[in-house]
């Protein structure tokens, strides 16, 4: 298939995401900003709204969202050309609330990545009826995304475990519907979302939120250039379409996915020069944790090793205690330049970086959900009981988006949740569903030790936090500087909102889901306040960005 | 959004507070700390934004409101020729503060659908010239030429010169900067549950403590109505919570404030290219009612309107909706002195407070230092509450 990019064709693979056509075509800059930056993929998951792209006329479309599967007319995003008044969408006549289609299923389930697919499937099991709304253009998240660009290489086991969940959700008789984004959550239990028809509300009597998380940003200088981008970015291209970000690739960050993402891009052909870890060598002071990391998991485990092993087999080096500092762009490609235990340069194509998750609470928030603040890890931690319970009547949620544990612990907090939704409803268990309760609740137990013994190995040293400098972007979507938050504080601003005011740090596409964090930090070392749960921005709706179009449009049955 | 740190330290004797640190409180501490006096101002919430400003500059009467409240159309007419005069301050101060407030007065447009809505536009237009404003009535044809962004459904609209937009935010800041400079203390999360009497002072009892002051300035919003009944004021003032929806940038293409004849809407596009999309939806009020949130049915029905109106706002997502309270107050704005309550002064603007707050501030703060205002002031006597 063909598709036209700036009036140049270029080849594409049918099912695969724009980002992955362009990126196999070695165009990494996608649009350019107000100020005149240039911007690609960052996130590659739909989050920070950067690689913006003109489809078919239609503005600011997420390259790394849209499927080619059609021959379509790609444009740049400039600084925001007039979106054009016709089309066939031009003026429709308004609308009010009450010509909205509502579904009222017995329970809602927003994500399908492991943990709710496996809330759904419960759900069901249990004889509740289900519906699943999932942002991505096929059930699996990002842990069991498949491969959607037809006719590349066969699924490994990693797509083959995701795909036997979904089928078994699939064929329970669980009604799933992809590219379903759910912009909006409002008291006391109601859901806005809109698919490519329109736009429709839900009202379940459960709602079980397993929207998961977004990869962490890191800001130093030129983390915002085409070609950086997070470690899920250059996995999702892999795993999704079998392309590579780049042909010389750097990888730095904190975690185990690095690791197996230089392993995938090494079979893939690409040269990764090093993985650069920020927690120190894994010693014989280690054993500890690598002992109770086997006792509860010992199959990870060995996928660790195998992962160390190939890497060192293929010459990628393997740096512990040192983190990445600054990109520059450097004769067509990037200059990254890492410091710590060892300091030294890059010349690559693409720099990814896995520093950690940020969960994607905002729908548990809007709802009123209680959340507490981890001080260790610098961020919100959804209050529920152990079958995912939250302080908000009808509201369950499960994995990453309440605090980061992994694809296995929110499979098995899944289960969990979707059989407790499923009580609460009235429905009861059968023998089979007790036992596969008691056994996701071990799973859970057992997954959540193997993380915990996992985050103690990969615990940074914070002194290795990277101090930066004035003309580092804190915030990507309104290129706020963090040398222009200090000047704001210097004119009297304290408070996050006064910053946001002073400015616009916090307002753009990504909804502060970057800035916000990073802010935080900033001001807890500027100004010694400590942070806690009411620290930084309220959630605000939309928690996506969502097109009037689609608004002013009833989906249809 | 939640603010710790805006509140400095409190007071505890000053020579003029300022209860209320909206576009009216922020203005009136300013105007009197440039001429040597000692000024506090004192917030509920967070000064300049608790209530949200979205950055209307409207003149022409808002049709909403004349639906909503015919009774009252004289009264508002009373005050009408303050609007192009408000206008034309919010220039005046963009120049003295050698600031960048993104004001642009291109004009505004109230859209009609029908003869019957154009027909009342006329009647409206012609109201307001006998007033002294400029307005006229554009047919299809005309518009093309001034405003081609408008959808198939308008068949005219009536064009009001003086109206246009400005970017509260950079307003905003702008005037909390000017404020520090000039040397007022700004206190935020302070609220004050009382005022009264103490010998010749005023003592206000607050959520941090007790503030002593000469001189009292309420500019609270819907937060007046408490503090003013010590005064034996009745104030007829409200909570209207209402919604707005904001856009991403885009190239600018809406050079008009537009409104409807007959619909509750606002659009205008910002200096930086964002669509702000508002007019009147509601929005609700939190139980303790000392902030808005948004509301379903307002996201779809106003944007929805929006996209009718402006059809390429279809093609453009929204990124942001926010609640902000309106204060109407059944007409005129409330300015002026108290009268029997020596040194008491109060400062609502009215309906299109944001429009009016500058020039009335302004004109309180002037009698505030016993000069004679530029404009009459009895239209807008609290008196009238008695």
Not at chain 1, 155 to 168: K, S, T, V, W
Not at chain 1, 286 to 313: F, K, W
Not at chain 1, 440 to 453: I, N, S, V
């Amino acid at each position: 298939m063909k598709i036209e990019f700036e009036g140049e064709a270029l080849e594409a693979c049918p099912g695969e995401s724009l980002a992955a056509t362009l990126t196999a075509h070695g165009i990494r800059s996608f649009r350019t900003t107000e100020r005149g930056a240039e911007r690609g993929v960052f996130c590659g998951m739909g989050v920070c709204q950067d690689c913006l792209v003109e489809v078919d006329g239609k503005p600011n479309q997420r390259a790394c969202t849209v499927k080619v599967d059609r021959p379509m007319k790609v444009r740049r995003e400039g600084s925001g050309r007039a979106p054009a008044a016709s089309g066939p969408a031009a003026g429709r006549p308004p609308i009010t609330i009450e010509e909205i289609p509502v579904e009222r299923p017995q329970v809602l389930v927003v994500g399908a990545g492991p943990g709710g697919l496996a809330a759904a499937y419960a759900a069901r099991l249990a004889g509740a009826e289900v519906l699943v709304l999932d942002e991505g253009s096929a059930p699996g998240g990002q842990y069991f995304k498949q491969c959607s660009a037809a006719g590349v290489a066969p699924p490994d086991a990693q797509h083959q475990e995701g795909r036997r969940l979904i089928d078994d959700v699939l064929g329970s008789g669980v009604t799933v519907r992809s590219n379903a984004s759910v912009w909006g959550a409002f008291r006391p239990l109601e859901f806005a979302a809109t698919k490519p028809g329109g736009s429709f509300l839900v009202q379940p009597e459960q709602a079980i939120i397993a929207t998961g998380a977004f990869d962490r940003g890191w800001p130093v200088p030129g983390w915002t250039l085409p070609g950086v981008m997070t470690t899920g970015a250059a996995q999702t291209l892999w795993r999704t379409a079998r392309r590579l970000p780049g042909k010389r690739v750097l990888i730095a960050g904190n975690g185990p996915l690095n690791l197996q993402l230089a392993v995938e891009l090494v079979a893939g052909g690409a040269d990764v020069v090093a993985v650069v870890e920020a927690a120190p060598a894994m010693g014989v002071r280690r054993v500890r944790e690598i002992a109770a990391m086997l006792a509860n998991a010992p199959r990870l485990v060995a996928d660790g090793v195998r992962y160390l092993s190939t890497c060192r087999r293929a010459g990628v080096r393997l740096i512990n205690g040192s983190v990445l500092t600054s990109v520059v762009p450097h004769s067509g490609g990037l200059r990254a330049t890492i410091a710590g235990r060892e300091t030294a340069s890059f010349d690559v194509d693409v720099v990814c970086l896995g520093y950690g998750f940020h969960p994607s609470n905002e729908l548990l928030r809007a709802l009123g959900c209680e959340h507490a603040f981890d001080p260790e890890q610098r961020r919100l931690v959804t209050v529920r009981d152990t079958r995912g319970k939250t302080s908000v009547d009808g509201v369950w949620a499960l994995g990453d988006c309440t605090t980061l544990g992994g694809a296995r612990v929110g499979q098995a907090e899944g289960t969990l949740a979707g059989f407790a939704a499923a009580r609460a409803l009235g429905c009861a268990l059968s023998a089979e569903a007790v036992r596969l309760e008691a056994q996701a609740a071990a799973d859970a137990a057992r997954h959540r030790r193997f993380q915990r013994a996992l985050w103690r190995m990969y615990r940074m040293d914070e002194s290795l936090r990277v101090r930066p400098t004035g003309d580092t972007v804190m915030c990507r979507c309104e290129e706020v500087t963090y040398g222009q938050v200090e000047a704001a504080l210097a004119e009297g601003a304290t408070s996050p909102s006064e910053i946001k005011q002073e400015t616009r740090l916090g307002m753009g596409r990504c909804q502060a889901r970057y800035c916000g964090p990073a802010l935080e930090t900033f001001l807890a070392e500027q100004t010694g306040r400590s942070q806690d749960e009411t620290s930084g921005f309220a959630p605000r709706v939309p928690v996506k960005p969502v097109s009037v179009g689609d608004l002013s449009n009833p989906a249809g049955a | 959004m939640h603010s710790p740190t805006t509140s400095g330290p409190l007071p505890r004797d000053i020579q003029t507070v300022v209860v209320g640190g909206g576009i009216l409180g922020l203005c009136v501490a300013g105007f009197l700390a440039e001429e040597g006096r000692e000024v506090a101002i004192i917030d509920a919430g967070r000064p300049e934004g608790t209530t949200t400003n979205a950055g209307s500059l409207h003149v022409q009467m808002q049709s909403r409101f004349m639906r909503m409240h015919p009774d009252q159309v004289p009264a508002l007419e009373s005050g009408l020729h303050l609007y192009p005069k408000a206008v034309e301050f919010w220039f005046e101060l963009q120049r003295h503060l050698d600031a960048d407030f993104g004001l642009k007065a291109s004009g505004g447009l109230m859209v009609a659908e029908s003869r019957e809505q154009l027909d009342f536009l006329a009647k409206k237009a012609e109201r307001e010239r006998s007033l002294g404003l400029d307005s006229k009535i554009l047919d299809r044809d005309e518009l093309d030429q001034i405003a081609p962004y408008l959808g198939p459904a308008v068949v005219g609209a009536e064009l009001c010169a003086d109206e246009g937009r400005l970017d509260a935010l950079k307003a905003n800041t702008a005037l909390r900067r000017w404020v520090r400079r000039v040397g007022v203390m700004v206190t935020g999360e302070t609220s004050v549950d009382r005022v009264s009497r103490d010998g010749g002072r005023f003592k206000l009892d607050t959520s941090r403590g007790t503030v002593r002051a000469a001189t009292l300035v309420i500019a609270a919003g819907p937060g007046s109505l408490t503090l003013a009944e010590p005064f034996g004021l009745t104030l007829p003032v409200e909570s209207e919570p209402l919604h707005m929806n904001i856009t991403e940038p885009t190239d600018l293409f809406i050079g008009h404030l537009v409104q409807h004849a007959d619909r509750m809407i606002t659009v205008k596009q910002l200096s930086s290219g964002h669509v702000v999309i508002g007019g009147g939806w509601p929005a609700d009020l939190s139980p303790s009612e000392d902030y808005a949130a948004v509301r379903l049915s307002s996201i779809i029905g106003n944007t929805s309107l929006a996209q009718h109106i402006v059809p390429a706002i279809g093609r453009l997502r929204i990124i942001r909706t926010w609640a902000g309270i309106n204060t109407p107050t059944g007409g005129p704005g409330i300015l002026g002195p108290i009268h029997g309550a020596p040194n008491a002064f109060l400062a609502i603007p009215g309906e299109a407070g944001y429009t009016l707050g500058p020039l009335s501030a302004r004109l309180v703060a002037d009698t505030v230092l016993g000069r004679r205002p530029t404009e009459d002031l009895a239209p807008f006597s609290p008196s009238r509450f008695r």
